[in-house]
């Protein structure tokens, strides 16, 4: 599999250390970024730099994008110089992103009258998680282009579960959001009421993690609420996104999500007090400002 040629657009905090573990495997890797400085690290070790997307595409037979949205993914793969016009017929388009599922299936169709094939793959596990290269990848689309596709989105993938068609890999995902948006509220919530009981957090944290209360999402985000830190790498903005697009998927299917929707408002209020570039622990402090 390393004699394949690989391509990778959208080298930011995920997509960075994910085209690294591709470079660090072995393969053969063309990127490009809009910004030079964004390259040069890339090309310092070993990577090709492409004028464009549609470049990348003419020189890959598997090309990767991780971008931040659905205008996003479009731009990059349908837009002028995309993808589309690059890539030759069986070329494969493994998207990472975060997007609406009807777009991705949109997308797919566009690609497929050109003979590309697509899969929607986005992942799970953070920045931390692409770092080390354990990932949860949850794809959608061809099953035995997946198979021939898998040992390579291993290189940053610990587990890689075929979901069905394609935009069944972003209907997974809408539903990981779920669990992590909703999850991180209760959290930020019981961290507010044991600080304001007077309770020790740490203490709190390490005894709920010993019981049915345990969670990533406790373990990661917990002390980051108590010591009020919200640097973190994943932007609260991403989050607000991704529930959003759970509650669109939720509305066209008759399918109600209070929580989720609760979760979303609280993120929207993060949105317009200025926390857009946070971490989403930071939600923790909409609630400091309400009673």
Avoid at 180 to 193: D, K, P, R, S, T
């Amino acid at each position: 599999m390393s004699s394949l040629r690989l391509g990778f657009i959208g080298l930011g905090a995920m997509g960075a250390p994910m085209a690294r573990n591709l470079l660090r495997a072995g393969y053969t890797l063309s990127v490009h970024a809009r910004r030079p400085e964004v390259l040069a690290p890339f090309v310092a070790l070993g990577a090709h730099a492409a004028r464009s997307p549609a470049a990348v595409a003419a020189q890959s037979d598997i090309v990767f994008t991780m971008v931040t949205d659905t205008a996003a993914v479009e731009a990059v793969v349908l837009g002028h110089d995309g993808i589309i016009e690059g890539a030759a017929p069986g070329t494969v388009v493994i998207d990472h992103s975060t997007i609406d599922p009807a777009a991705t299936t949109r997308i797919a169709a566009a690609l497929g009258a050109r003979g590309i094939v697509m899969l929607d793959a986005p992942v799970s596990g953070g920045v931390i998680g692409a770092e080390a290269g354990t990932l949860v990848v949850m794809a959608g689309g061809d099953e035995a282009v997946f198979a021939r596709c898998s040992p390579v989105m291993a290189a940053s993938a610990q587990r890689l579960v075929h979901m069905g068609p394609v935009g069944a890999g972003q209907v997974a995902k809408a539903c990981n959001q779920i669990c992590i948006v909703v999850n991180q509220l209760g959290v930020a919530e019981a961290m507010l009421l044991a600080e304001r009981s007077g309770l020790d957090t740490t203490r709190l944290i390490d005894a709920l993690q010993g019981g049915f209360a345990a969670s990533r999402i406790m373990e990661v985000q917990g002390p980051k609420m108590a010591r009020r830190d919200f640097e973190g790498r994943i932007e609260s903005r991403l989050h607000h996104k991704d529930i959003h697009v759970a509650l669109e998927v939720a509305a066209s299917l008759g399918v109600a999500m209070p929580a989720s929707a609760l979760a979303a408002a609280v993120l929207d209020r993060l949105q317009e007090s200025g926390g857009a570039a946070l971490d989403s622990a930071a939600v923790i402090t909409v609630l400091e400002r309400e009673r």
